[in-house]
């Protein structure tokens, strides 16, 4: 069992940056793969972001190219998304998620085991 949750979230200014971040805890929770998902009203799950279990590999959908970053702290058990240059259409729940596939990680929500609660995002124009 793996537990997540997730902090960081608020209101932001278009352009402004936010830091979310999440910690992750339970049973070899240092062998999960860890993602960010974005659901925003009205619409489907949307994942964002996603680091393998060492904290090596990266991987990004392209909304978050060049705009996010996602980091781990294989040590704390955490893992952080770092957004920057934010937009409106930014403005979402965005959830933190373990996956079992350690490496590559995957980009869809079904290959992932463990969800947090959730933490609001929203960017005003």
């Known amino acids: 069992q793996v537990q997540l949750v997730e902090s960081g979230g608020g209101t932001v200014q278009a352009g402004g940056s936010l830091r979310l971040s999440c910690v992750a805890s339970?049973?070899?929770?240092?062998?999960?793969?860890l993602g960010w998902f974005r659901q925003a009203p009205g619409k489907e799950r949307e994942w964002i972001a996603g680091i393998d279990w060492s904290g090596g590999s990266k991987f990004y959908a392209n909304p978050a190219k060049g705009r996010f970053t996602i980091s781990r702290d294989t040590a704390k058990n955490t893992v952080q998304l770092q957004m920057t240059s934010l937009k409106p259409e930014d403005t979402a729940v965005y959830y933190c998620?373990?996956?079992?596939?350690?490496?590559?990680?995957?980009?869809?929500?079904?290959?992932?085991?463990?969800w947090g609660q959730g933490t609001q995002v929203t960017v005003s124009s």
């Open positions: 998620a373990a996956t079992r596939y350690g490496s590559p990680v995957p980009s869809i929500d079904v290959r992932y085991d463990y």
């Open positions: 339970g049973h070899a929770v240092s062998r999960y793969g």
